[in-house]
């Protein structure tokens, strides 16, 4: 664990505010980052981020010190948006999870010079990499977005998630199938694209 990390753990274990204030500005916006991307939504996310802290506080005294605290967040976040998309789902609420190739198609409309059809086939990626997600299990959707969107590594993910590494590479895998099955019918348009 980061050193600082270590040291503002220790005091707001024993009841330093300052310290706790300091791992809250340290780690929000990561946080925050984890939470809209399995939400979609900016506001739930930060409901989920508040909710967060709140466990993150009140479990403070079971984080094992040896242990990942930005690692042990990214856990507590994870639960706390799954709890929220459940309890969402429950209310009839649709949350459609955000882009998560937003940047990607961005890309592409500013590299292939915005030609109108480039631009209808990049919404239509965009679209249907939205259905995509939509369609994985809240579990698949979060360790793709943790490997592909977070850069972590398996041993990471498998901590975030409470996975074994055969377990978490396997949620990879599946999420990773889907999405390339489901943009299948897309390859041939890019590939006619790039050619002209």
Known sequence: MDESDATAVAGARHGDREAFRLLVERHSRYLFHVAYRLTGNAEDAQ???QDS???AHARLGRFESRANFRTWLTRIVINCAIDHLRAAKR???NHAPVDLELEAVNTWTT?????????VLAGEIGARVDQTLLRLTTLERAAFMLRHIEGMSIDEIGAALGLN???TKHSIFR???KMRAALAPFKEG???LRSR
């Open 47 to 49: 409901d989920v981020v």
């Open 53 to 55: 802290w709140l466990k």
């Open 91 to 93: 209310r009839e609420t």
């Open 111 to 119: 590299v292939l010079q915005v030609d109108p059809d480039r631009l």
């Open 165 to 167: 590494p055969s377990a």
């Open 175 to 177: 999420a990773v199938r």
């Open 190 to 192: 890019v590939t006619c």
